[in-house]
């Protein structure tokens, strides 16, 4: 796989970005904890994935960003603060394909030079009630939620036990601790992920290997946006989904990224096989 790292030219206006694209996007603690720590984030172009990766480099870290798109791999690269943006690259990657998981890893650790953190943030949603369901839809969503997530932790394991402290935080979903109405194969997914992440912990911790997962309820990201887009309105359909948290609103990329960099940093030393919701109260 071709590695892709930002080219010179004239910086992109960030106001002509899509929004779902981290604009001064700041880590609770503006520190360095994740200092030269390098980090490989599937599903890496946008939403939550591009807003980890902009905290991470903001705390030190050198970050691998992947995704099926080099477009979008181009574009989030740009979108990046320019005094970071050097210690960030692009690799092509389709996590529903174990071998393309398997060279993101060699070509990622390459350009690093190590690993001590993966997260897995590639995702697709599904709405689809069970007797419309084909193969083929129940397939992709397996493939990307729950394969995608096996096979790079499957590859990425044997790096992450070289390193001190090495960490993955996976995505799941609030829509993984508890059932959706219509979503039968995307719940099936995301609970797959949350006690797969708790199955890993364990079977990982004599190494030092932390693993957990984030939760989250329905954040402002792209895939978010195609729902909405879905309904007669725009904003009554955000009013309906807002309507159902505890907290009156859905979620800001920046709110999930911040607890997947500190599940990944060394303030979290102490916490594996945890699945933390970030939903506003939604599976309180």
């Known amino acids: 796989m071709k590695i892709q790292e930002v080219k010179p030219q004239a910086q992109t206006e960030l106001s002509a970005l899509p929004f779902w694209l981290p604009m001064n996007v700041h880590a609770a603690d503006s520190g360095e904890n994740m200092k030269e720590k390098r980090v490989i984030i599937t599903g890496g172009t946008s939403g939550i994935g591009l807003a980890a990766a902009s905290m991470f480099l903001e705390q030190g870290a050198r970050v691998v960003l992947a995704g099926r798109s080099s477009g979008r ?118 609970g797959a992920v949350a006690l797969f992440t708790r199955s890993l912990a364990l079977e990982v911790a004599s190494f030092g290997l932390r693993v957990n997962c984030v939760c989250p309820g329905d954040i402002l990201t792209p895939m978010t946006e195609r729902q909405l887009a879905e309904g007669n309105s725009r904003e ?49």
């Open 73 to 190: 791999g181009e574009e989030a690269l740009q979108s990046l603060p320019p005094g970071v943006r050097s210690r960030a690259a692009y690799v092509p990657c389709d996590v529903a394909k174990p071998e393309d998981c398997r060279s993101l890893v060699e070509d990622g650790t390459a350009w690093l030079g190590g690993v001590d953190v993966l997260v897995n943030s590639a995702g697709i949603y599904l709405e689809q009630p069970i007797e419309s369901m084909t193969e083929e839809l129940f397939d992709r969503v397996m493939d990307v939620n729950v394969k995608g997530t096996y096979f790079m932790c499957r590859y990425a394991v044997p790096e992450l036990r070289k390193e001190k402290d090495a960490a993955i935080v996976n995505v799941s979903s609030d829509a993984g601790l508890h059932g959706n109405y219509g979503c039968t194969a995307y719940c099936a997914s995301k």
């Open 236 to 284: 009554e359909t955000l009013r309906e989904m807002q309507s159902v948290y505890p907290m009156g609103r859905i979620g800001r990329v920046e709110e999930a990224a911040s607890v997947i960099v500190f599940l990944a940093s060394p303030a979290a030393s102490f916490v594996t096989g945890a699945a933390w919701s970030v939903d506003g109260g939604l599976t309180a």
